[in-house]
């Protein structure tokens, strides 16, 4: 069978990533690791009224824009536009709080993951419920309302994450994929659902505060592979408001973006790993066994399929390494010398090669949004060196790496520590489509061996485009049979083992971190 057949005949499907600056859409074959086509849409969260959100609005005009751009990608491509899928998935930033009425209608603006206003409410909860509830889990962000006496607690129906919430407008289907709903609330491993003895502790708490059990607001939870609904009439026209999008399309369960990272990374067996750098970067860490304390660091979420993970989220990514970037960008079509974004990336990241593998001395903090990991509320990027430090190019560059790794790193040491081992760590996102450059820091950040796949770049789109063409082969494999057989079986794999200059180097950088987040705190509270 041709692409073009492929195509007409809906032996495809396509996955929709809302990431935190970016949507993408993505189209894969009956052979998954042939991507067909890609659209995207940029955006930015905003701070409203001291809240991060994005506006509803934009959701859907950014989805039907990626859509549209995939369709014209699709049909520039292959010469033909496609009408019908075999399976859709829906995927997007994790945790955070939408909040709607009976009739549907949002309560409040969206609160995204990156909300660090719910810290009496987090502390209630770990010490109620036993395991670490971080600052931005939608439980979090409900408790806190509750705390608040919020005026729109008592008009709740229904809490969901931003994926939960487009797939429902999709399919009319209030569900949610396990690895999405483990950031909403502890999940049982065993049953794979919300743990039942914590939702009763909860209702016990929250006494008569709350309309309904807090099972009842939340969605219903689905592993991998079983059936989310089918796209609607509604629902098509709202992917596709020129009404050549056929309804009836299957869709898999929605899931969040650190699910679809470890899709995309063939990391969810026991002993893999991955690391997801955007906005935000996190590692996630599959687990052997349950860990033997409860750790601030640590967030305890599962893969797609419902097992369970150690996850050291933190709040800040490569924004601030792309703000830099872009500053040279701006530089270099002042002097005359234009060149696109990433040229200058590229440029900056191959001269931090030449850096000491300490950074020279300098430090840099890519603090934009609190950061619980640190002991941070708010943040304030910041760039700091001693009169003594080596002011070059390729020490700033290389610090400004490091710092896109500093918190994950203290985070993965609290793992070390727990005696957790990892067989394979993968990376994706943006910043590791430079050929060994944040990989090789990487690796030398974490002391193992790190790899990246050709399939990276595309991320999570591709992931959950994965997880859409799983609904097809869920009977007979697991979903990691299924990835380790039929995708990622004849994948090419890059990896590169730590340099033992750059572990030094980096554990001193790393030395010089922690002690120089008083610095960071004195901003805060100076600036």
């Given at each position: 069978m041709s692409t073009q057949d492929d195509i007409i005949e809906g032996r495809t499907s396509l996955g929709i990533e809302f990431g935190s600056t970016r949507i993408k859409a993505c189209l894969i074959g009956s052979d998954a690791t042939e991507v067909l086509a890609t659209g995207s849409f940029a955006w930015e969260n905003r701070l409203e009224r001291g809240l991060w959100t994005y506006a509803l609005d934009e959701v859907w005009h950014g989805l039907q824009t990626a859509?549209?751009?995939?369709?014209?990608?699709?049909?520039?491509?292959?010469?033909?536009?496609?009408?019908?899928?075999?399976?859709?998935?829906?995927?997007?930033?994790?945790?955070?709080?939408?909040?709607?009425?009976?009739?549907?209608?949002?309560?409040?603006?969206?609160?995204?993951?990156?909300?660090?206003?719910?810290?009496?409410?987090?502390?209630?909860?770990?010490?109620?419920?036993?395991?670490?509830?971080?600052?931005?889990?939608?439980?979090?962000?409900?408790?806190?309302?509750?705390?608040?006496?919020?005026?729109?607690?008592?008009?709740?129906?229904?809490?969901?994450?931003?994926?939960?919430?487009?797939?429902?407008?999709?399919?009319?289907?209030?569900?949610?994929?396990?690895?999405?709903?483990?950031?909403?609330?502890?999940?049982?491993?065993?049953?794979?659902?919300?743990?039942?003895?914590?939702?009763?502790?909860?209702?016990?708490?929250?006494?008569?505060?709350?309309?309904?059990?807090?099972?009842?607001?939340?969605?219903?939870?689905?592993?991998?592979?079983?059936?989310?609904?089918?796209?609607?009439?509604?629902?098509?026209?709202?992917?596709?408001?020129?009404?050549?999008?056929?309804?009836?399309?299957?869709?898999?369960?929605?899931?969040?973006?650190?699910?679809?990272?470890?899709?995309?990374?063939?990391?969810?067996?026991?002993?893999?790993?991955?690391?997801?750098?955007?906005?935000?970067?996190?590692?996630?860490?599959?687990?052997?066994?349950?860990?033997?304390?409860?750790?601030?660091?640590?967030?305890?979420?599962?893969?797609?399929?419902?097992?369970?993970?150690?996850?050291?989220?933190?709040?800040?990514?490569?924004?601030?390494?792309?703000?830099?970037?872009?500053?040279?960008?701006?530089?270099?079509?002042?002097?005359?010398?234009?060149?696109?974004?990433?040229?200058?990336?590229?440029a900056l990241l191959r001269e931090a090669l030449d850096g000491e593998a300490d950074a020279g001395g300098l430090l840099a903090y890519n603090h934009l949004a609190g950061e619980p990991i640190a002991g941070l509320d708010e943040g304030r990027p910041l760039f700091v060196r001693t009169p003594d430090s080596d002011f070059s190019l390729a020490n700033f560059m290389r610090a400004q790496v490091y710092g896109v790794f500093g918190t994950l790193a203290l985070g993965m040491q609290v793992l070390e520590a727990e005696g957790v081992e990892l067989d394979r760590m993968f990376a994706h996102g943006g910043m590791f489509r430079t050929a060994g450059v944040a990989q090789r820091f990487l690796a030398g950040a974490l002391g193992a061996p790190v790899a990246v796949g050709a399939l990276a770049s595309e991320g999570g789109a591709w992931g959950i485009a994965v997880l859409a063409s799983y609904l097809a082969h869920s009977d007979p494999a697991d979903l990691g049979t299924y990835l380790e057989e039929q995708v990622f079986a004849a994948a090419s794999l890059t990896t590169v083992s730590p340099d033992p200059a750059d572990v030094a180097g980096f554990a001193t950088y790393l030395t010089r971190y922690r002690a120089g987040l008083a610095i960071e705190s004195a901003a805060v509270d100076s600036l």
């Amino acid at each position: 069978m041709s692409t073009q057949d492929d195509i007409i005949e809906g032996r495809t499907s396509l996955g929709i990533e809302f990431g935190s600056t970016r949507i993408k859409a993505c189209l894969i074959g009956s052979d998954a690791t042939e991507v067909l086509a890609t659209g995207s849409f940029a955006w930015e969260n905003r701070l409203e009224r001291g809240l991060w959100t994005y506006a509803l609005d934009e959701v859907w005009h950014g989805l039907q824009t990626a859509f549209s751009d995939l369709i014209g990608d699709a049909e520039q491509r292959h010469g033909v536009r496609p009408d019908v899928f075999g399976a859709i998935g829906i995927s997007a930033m994790m945790h955070g709080y939408l909040a709607l009425d009976a009739a549907g209608d949002l309560l409040v603006p969206f609160r995204t993951w990156r909300n660090t206003n719910t810290g009496v409410a987090a502390a209630e909860l770990t010490g109620l419920l036993g395991v670490n509830i971080p600052l931005r889990w939608s439980i979090a962000h409900l408790h806190q309302a509750v705390i608040d006496e919020e005026p729109h607690v008592p008009h709740l129906d229904f809490v969901t994450t931003l994926a939960g919430y487009v797939h429902w407008k999709l399919t009319g289907e209030r569900v949610l994929g396990v690895g999405d709903a483990s950031g909403i609330f502890p999940i049982d491993s065993a049953t794979r659902d919300y743990d039942a003895e914590m939702l009763d502790a909860y209702s016990v708490l929250a006494a008569d505060r709350l309309p309904s059990p807090l099972g009842e607001l939340f969605p219903r939870v689905l592993p991998a592979g079983a059936s989310a609904g089918s796209l609607t009439a509604e629902g098509a026209a709202l992917l596709d408001p020129t009404g050549v999008l056929r309804p009836g399309i299957p869709l898999c369960p929605p899931e969040g973006d650190a699910g679809t990272g470890m899709v995309a990374t063939n990391s969810v067996a026991p002993r893999t790993g991955n690391v997801s750098a955007g906005t935000s970067i996190f590692a996630m860490v599959v687990l052997e066994r349950p860990l033997t304390s409860v750790h601030h660091e640590l967030d305890l979420v599962t893969t797609p399929a419902g097992d369970a993970v150690a996850m050291v989220h933190c709040n800040n990514g490569a924004s601030e390494l792309a703000a830099w970037a872009g500053l040279f960008t701006r530089f270099a079509a002042a002097a005359g010398q234009p060149l696109d974004d990433d040229a200058v990336f590229d440029a900056l990241l191959r001269e931090a090669l030449d850096g000491e593998a300490d950074a020279g001395g300098l430090l840099a903090y890519n603090h934009l949004a609190g950061e619980p990991i640190a002991g941070l509320d708010e943040g304030r990027p910041l760039f700091v060196r001693t009169p003594d430090s080596d002011f070059s190019l390729a020490n700033f560059m290389r610090a400004q790496v490091y710092g896109v790794f500093g918190t994950l790193a203290l985070g993965m040491q609290v793992l070390e520590a727990e005696g957790v081992e990892l067989d394979r760590m993968f990376a994706h996102g943006g910043m590791f489509r430079t050929a060994g450059v944040a990989q090789r820091f990487l690796a030398g950040a974490l002391g193992a061996p790190v790899a990246v796949g050709a399939l990276a770049s595309e991320g999570g789109a591709w992931g959950i485009a994965v997880l859409a063409s799983y609904l097809a082969h869920s009977d007979p494999a697991d979903l990691g049979t299924y990835l380790e057989e039929q995708v990622f079986a004849a994948a090419s794999l890059t990896t590169v083992s730590p340099d033992p200059a750059d572990v030094a180097g980096f554990a001193t950088y790393l030395t010089r971190y922690r002690a120089g987040l008083a610095i960071e705190s004195a901003a805060v509270d100076s600036l």
